[in-house]
Nanobody, 125 residues
Framework: VQLQASGGGLAQAGGSLRLSCAASGRTFSTYAVGWFRQVPGKEREFVAAFSRSGGSTLYSDSVKDRFTISRDNAENTVYLQMSSLKPEDTAVYYC???????????????????WGQGTQVTVSS
């Protein structure tokens, strides 16, 4: 599976952005898909994830009620709608996919097999 993340850019605090993660090579409708972010010099941070079945979502406390993860299986794409953005949301955002990710491990980056290249999100105050 090859993953292509896009949609990053510059936004003002309080604004919105929508990230896309497009998969090629295999359909990933049966994969768990997650979004992570990383700031230089800091550890990678879990943001949001779908379960393998797509029936369950998980969010970090820092983005809950502001970000929404969704998927379009027909387009083989997962989205991350980010609203009420804050300067502390500034990071490189990565999408990841894995078939063997169990629900209890969705927040762990090491549980995923495939990673996109990352897209920069910058939120100005």
């Amino acid at each position: 599976v090859q993953l292509q993340a896009s949609g990053g850019g510059l936004a003002q605090a309080g604004g919105s952005l929508r990230l896309s993660c497009a998969a090629s090579g295999r359909t990933f409708s049966t994969y768990a898909v997650g979004w992570f972010r990383q700031v230089p010099g800091k550890e990678r941070e879990f943001v949001a994830a779908f379960s393998r079945s797509g029936g369950s979502t998980l969010y970090s406390d820092s983005v809950k009620d502001r970000f929404t993860i969704s998927r379009d299986n027909a387009e083989n794409t997962v989205y991350l709608q980010m609203s009420s953005l804050k300067p502390e949301d500034t990071a490189v955002y990565y999408c990841a996919a894995g078939r063997g990710v169990i629900s209890s491990s969705r927040y762990r980056g090491e549980a995923y097999d495939y990673w996109g290249q990352g897209t920069q999100v910058t939120v100005s105050s």
